[in-house]
């Protein structure tokens, strides 16, 4: 990264080509990132969980009750609902 001097802007470089940004939009990039590190935990914490399920609800009929310790942020009727009509086309 190359800043330009008092202009409060920045170059990103790859290569020969750059992008340039103003300083208010690094500050909204800085933001935004620190979202989406949150919303990636939010992914990635219950991946085991929603993998145990998905075998378990692979083989059901009917609509299969999560284990009590399975992360409470995972809509699972959703993800039963999913699965089914993923996996019977």
């Known amino acids: 990264m190359n800043t330009t001097g008092s202009y409060r802007v920045a170059r ?18 800085a933001y935004i990132i620190y979202m989406i590190q949150n919303q990636m935990t939010y992914y990635i914490t219950p991946i085991t969980d929603v993998m145990a399920y ?23 009727y959703q993800l039963f609902e999913e699965i089914k009509s993923v996996l019977t086309v």
């Open 54 to 76: 998905i075998y378990t609800a692979h083989a059901s009929d009917t609509f299969v009750e999560p284990p009590s310790t399975s992360d409470k942020s995972i809509n699972y």
């Open 12 to 29: 990103v470089y790859l290569g020969k080509t750059y992008i340039t940004f103003m300083y208010e939009e690094l500050c909204n990039l």
